[in-house]
């Protein structure tokens, strides 16, 4: 592969990508049951969104898996996006919760112009993956810890940068804090993308990383081997649920049934159908319906 990137080298950046895949490791692990309803899922929601959306059972539950292995696998993009910049020339990524929990520092003894003309030697930065990730106690917070930044240190800035951000810019920040509209024009709302232009000296430095990204990423899988794919079986042992619910009737509802056993086993009426099936096999009961009542296998 002809190496184009000169702001990282390709050694690094496969490194890089190499370490980002590894995070997948335990999300890849297959979901049963247990892993499934780890931290109990709203059975009234699943429902209704089967119902609404028109989606079979099987289609329900794959799409629940995927969206609790999404919620993990945004920290992992996290990590790419931050610990990339240890790698490029006078950026530090601190230990986690070290050095005033910055994200990343830049230093350049040459100064870095800011778009309102002052020059600074240092910018701390707060990274984001998405623009609307933070809430009002969140932005609050990180917004007083940059005035503090600057309180303590009048040769820097401080830039929130936003790999997934509105639009491509470098603004003044100017957030609403207790009520009131606040802003400094050393405190920054930045992009990714103008972030990577400003430590690389280069304006398209993102544009070509996103370029080389997806063969080095289907390099290293390859190298790497297969990746493992996880074979779920949350559907089969809810469709084992159902069978011991007696519902006859109605396969839906069974299945039904069976989702409200994960949130509502303990529940008035729901306990029930736990105590009244005696005739089935007691250590498979045991097996599926310990672990909603909290005490584990």
């Given at each position: 592969?002809?190496?184009?990137?000169?702001?990282?080298?390709?050694?690094?950046?496969?490194?890089?990508?190499?370490?980002?895949?590894?995070?997948?490791?335990?999300?890849?692990?297959s979901f049963d049951i247990k892993r499934f309803n780890k931290n109990i899922i709203d059975p009234i929601k699943l429902i209704f969104d089967k119902t609404v959306y028109q989606s079979t059972w099987e289609e329900m539950v794959g799409n629940e898996i995927f969206r609790q292995?999404?919620?993990?696998n945004n920290n992992d993009i996290g990590y790419?996006?931050?610990?990339?910049f240890q790698y490029m020339k006078n950026c530090h990524v601190p230990e986690n919760g070290k050095e005033g929990g910055w994200d990343v520092i830049y230093e350049n003894a040459d100064g870095i112009q800011l778009p309102?003309?002052?020059?600074?030697?240092?910018?701390?930065?707060?990274?984001?993956?998405?623009?609307?990730?933070?809430?009002?106690a969140s932005t609050g917070k990180t917004y007083m810890k940059m005035q503090n930044q600057l309180l303590n240190d009048d040769d820097c800035a401080c830039f929130l940068v936003e790999a997934i951000a509105q639009k491509s810019q470098n603004i003044t920040w100017n957030p609403t804090v207790d009520g009131k509209k606040i802003s400094h024009k050393r405190i920054r709302r930045v992009s990714i993308d103008q972030f990577y232009a400003l430590v690389t000296g280069e304006e398209d430095a993102f544009y070509q990383m996103c370029m080389v990204l997806p063969e080095v990423i289907e390099s290293v899988v390859v190298k790497g081997g297969e990746v493992k794919v996880p074979h779920d079986t949350v559907?089969?042992?809810?469709?084992?649920i159902a069978e011991i619910s007696g519902e006859k009737k109605s396969?839906?509802?069974?299945m039904a049934i069976a989702v409200y056993m994960l949130g509502f086993s303990s529940y008035i009426g729901f306990s029930k159908l736990v105590d009244e099936?005696?005739?089935?096999?007691?250590?498979?009961?045991n097996r599926i319906y310990a672990y909603a009542r909290g005490i584990g296998f």
């Open positions: 592969m002809d190496w184009k990137l000169k702001f990282i080298s390709q050694e690094n950046f496969v490194k890089h990508v190499e370490a980002t895949i590894d995070k997948y490791g335990e999300k890849l692990e292995r999404d919620k993990s790419f996006h931050q610990t990339i309102e003309g002052d020059v600074v030697h240092k910018i701390y930065v707060e990274m984001k993956n998405k623009h609307n990730t933070m809430n009002s559907a089969e042992e809810l469709k084992k396969e839906n509802l069974a099936k005696e005739d089935i096999d007691e250590n498979f009961l």
